[in-house]
């Protein structure tokens, strides 16, 4: 259509959005849909933090605010840096936005011009290129391979970097993967980034609560301090806290950056919503101590769902150190025809036969940037996961 404009004719929808748009109009037609196409946990915000969302509206904090935050939450998230990175942050340092999402938006819109490039490793949240592309930057995919655990290597961050690269964004634990970098393996690639300072870090640390087994988190700027400078750590209340509808995500960088993002969103969205940020105050200050049984609880589901995957036929799922995401590769199901006579030639066919067929929504690999494969949300309940994977299992029986 003519009238929309040069950029937003490079920008797609978010396919998995899309995916749950589906799965939920599927459903509302009475058909047997189980959806592990979404990213978000599958409970309510504790009622500590409703309970301040109801006391700020009650106590009449519904007015604007300032436009990345009120005090109160920048020195929660200031504490909250310190007391889980080992970072040091004061209030002129640290943005609030309406979301994980809108903070990162704000970051590549305030810096990026024509022809900029922003490194993003493959698989990647689909998000991210797209972001690029709206605030007039040009994505670089950097290739993983399933032989990595989907983890970029240094010479692969090596080779994706050029004289016009301006950021590498980062995100582990991954979405979709749900791969996570070893400090030793972080350090291999702030030791590159180390070489070119041209490029600033976008540290994702979305899913920073959500380690398991011997896995430990680490963010770019705690293991190598030389990069504080350039680097925005971004975080967020969705998923740890189960607060995906409130919207509230935040960020620490250098002050010169985080007043130009102020000003994105003092032109856009004005502020994150009042009511939202008091709760985000009790998140982060209130007490945390669900946060280590919640993550417990996804890696029994992690460990439930690789096996059930591994045990079909054409699928081969590594093993993830956090999120509540797995990718299996389904290269051995490709040239293949579904019970129902759909031909499997990409991951898209894949997905859209096991959902016609089975009733199993998952998103494509094509989605993330690497095919053939899928991704499994496990922020669904046991009894549904336990289904999908019987579900799957036939389905991939079924291939011939
Ligand atoms: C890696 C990653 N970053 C950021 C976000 C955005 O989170 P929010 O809902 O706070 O905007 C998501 C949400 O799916 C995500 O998966």
Redesign the pocket.
């Known amino acids: 259509m003519s009238f929309l404009s040069a950029t937003l004719r490079r920008v797609k929808p978010s396919p998995t959005i899309a995916v749950t748009t589906r799965a939920a109009e599927l459903k509302a037609e009475g058909r047997d849909i189980i959806s592990l196409g979404a990213?978000e946990p599958d409970f309510d915000t504790p009622a500590h933090i409703r309970e301040a969302g109801i006391a700020a509206i009650e106590t009449g904090r519904t007015r604007y605010t300032p436009p990345d935050g009120i005090p109160e939450l920048k020195d929660a998230i200031a504490a909250k840096f310190k007391r889980d990175n080992g970072l040091d942050y004061d209030r002129s340092q640290i943005s609030v936005g309406s979301?994980?999402?809108?903070i990162?938006f704000n970051a590549l819109k305030a810096t990026l011009n024509a022809g900029d490039e922003v490194v993003i490793p493959a698989p990647f949240?689909t998000?991210y290129p797209d972001m690029v592309l709206l605030a007039g930057g040009e994505p670089v995919i950097a290739e993983t391979s399933v032989q990595t655990a989907y983890k970029l290597t240094a010479d692969q961050l090596e080779a994706a970097i050029t004289p016009r690269t301006n950021w590498f964004i980062f995100?582990s634990p991954?979405?979709p993967t749900g791969a996570g970098y070893s400090r030793a393996e972080l350090k291999e690639l702030t030791d590159v980034l180390m070489r070119h300072p041209q490029v600033w870090i976008l540290s994702?640390d979305?899913?920073e609560h959500l380690a398991f087994g011997d896995f430990k988190f680490c963010t770019p700027a705690e293991v190598e301090p030389g990069l504080y400078d350039r680097t925005l750590t971004t975080n967020?209340v969705?998923?740890a806290y189960a607060m995906?509808g409130w919207?509230?995500?935040y960020a620490g960088g250098p002050a010169e950056l985080i007043k130009a993002m102020r000003a994105v969103q003092s032109q856009t969205t004005s502020n994150p919503c009042s009511i939202s940020q008091w709760a985000a105050v009790e998140a982060l200050t209130g007490p945390q101590d669900f946060l280590a049984p919640n993550a417990r609880m996804f890696e029994a589901r992690r460990d439930m769902v690789v096996e059930a995957l591994n045990a079909c036929p054409g699928i081969a799922c590594p093993v993830p150190e956090g999120a509540f995401y797995v990718y299996p590769s389904i290269a051995d199901c490709i040239g293949k025809t579904s019970a129902g006579g759909t031909r499997i030639d990409t991951d898209e066919d894949f997905a859209t036969a096991l959902l016609n067929e089975t009733g199993v929504a998952v998103v494509h690999g094509a989605a993330f940037g690497t095919s053939p494969a899928f991704r499994v949300s496990y922020a669904a309940s046991e009894a549904d996961l336990r289904e999908a994977c019987t579900r799957i299992h036939t389905f991939c029986d079924g291939l011939g």
Do not use: A, C, E, V
């Open positions: 990213g979301g994980g999402k809108q990162l949240w998000s995100n991954s979405n994702d979305m899913y967020g969705s998923k995906t919207r509230i995500g």
